[in-house]
């Protein structure tokens, strides 16, 4: 039942099935994917992890009121937990594809929008989602839209900076007048192109990869 799915779930899920694979790929997670993808990185799961607009690890936070403004219908203490959310046109607006062209948007909401569970982002706010910033990991890569609502570039930056201390290679990105719709908007292949530059700096190649 989609209500009742949590964050502790899906990485299970995921750990699972790269335990199945006969060696380590590369994760490439965005949002709450992003989250996943650094927790994984965590158990050893990973080649390289890739964390776009990476929805923030328990304990990084912000008080910027886009950020706010844009998670509120997904972490709303009041609303029922188990029931699932579905984003409006206009919330969707405000969240992943604000400044693009009206078509543009209307064309994101129809094909992608989904209801999600309320429990997932939730629990980013508990032990689950819980980052040993100092731990070594392999390289990650940190990925931020300039124009982000949902997950503001401030606080990419800041979750970069908690691993200020860790002795594993992480980088930072930031692509300017991108939004939280970073890898549908268009001219994509911008971000895309970055990303298999970074792994090639890393001496990991695109038969590597695998989507988180």
């Given at each position: 039942?989609?209500?009742?799915?949590?964050?502790?779930?899906?990485?299970?899920?995921?750990?699972?099935?790269?335990?199945?694979l006969?060696?380590?790929?590369?994760?490439?997670?965005?949002?709450m994917?992003?989250?996943?993808?650094?927790?994984?990185?965590?158990?050893?799961?990973?080649?390289?992890?890739?964390?776009?607009?990476?929805?923030?690890?328990?304990?990084?936070?912000?008080?910027?009121w886009?950020?706010?403004?844009?998670?509120?219908?997904?972490?709303?203490?009041?609303?029922?937990?188990?029931?699932?959310?579905?984003?409006?046109?206009?919330?969707?607006?405000?969240?992943?594809?604000?400044?693009?062209p009206?078509?543009?948007?209307?064309?994101?909401?129809?094909?992608?929008?989904?209801?999600?569970?309320?429990?997932?982002?939730?629990?980013?706010?508990?032990?689950?989602?819980?980052?040993?910033?100092?731990q070594?990991?392999?390289?990650?890569?940190?990925?931020a839209?300039?124009?982000?609502?949902?997950?503001?570039?401030?606080?990419?930056?800041?979750?970069?900076?908690?691993?200020?201390?860790?002795?594993?290679?992480?980088d930072?990105?930031?692509?300017?007048?991108?939004?939280?719709?970073?890898?549908?908007?268009?001219?994509?292949?911008?971000?895309?192109?970055?990303?298999?530059?970074?792994l090639a700096?890393?001496s990991?190649?695109?038969?590597?990869?695998?989507?988180?």
């Amino acid at each position: 039942m989609l209500g009742t799915l949590d964050l502790q779930q899906v990485v299970e899920a995921f750990a699972k099935t790269i335990r199945s694979l006969a060696e380590k790929p590369v994760l490439i997670g965005h949002s709450m994917g992003g989250l996943v993808t650094q927790l994984l990185l965590q158990k050893d799961l990973a080649a390289a992890g890739i964390a776009i607009d990476s929805a923030p690890p328990v304990g990084v936070f912000t008080t910027a009121w886009p950020f706010f403004k844009a998670n509120w219908g997904h972490i709303n203490p009041f609303a029922k937990q188990d029931q699932p959310v579905a984003m409006t046109f206009k919330r969707f607006q405000y969240c992943f594809v604000n400044g693009m062209p009206l078509d543009e948007q209307r064309s994101a909401f129809d094909r992608f929008t989904v209801p999600e569970s309320r429990r997932v982002p939730r629990q980013a706010l508990a032990s689950v989602a819980k980052i040993d910033f100092n731990q070594p990991h392999v390289p990650l890569l940190l990925i931020a839209g300039s124009n982000d609502h949902l997950i503001p570039p401030s606080l990419v930056r800041t979750n970069l900076r908690r691993y200020r201390n860790s002795p594993s290679a992480i980088d930072y990105k930031e692509f300017p007048g991108r939004t939280h719709f970073i890898i549908g908007q268009r001219n994509w292949e911008e971000v895309a192109d970055y990303c298999l530059e970074w792994l090639a700096q890393h001496s990991l190649q695109p038969s590597s990869m695998t989507a988180g």
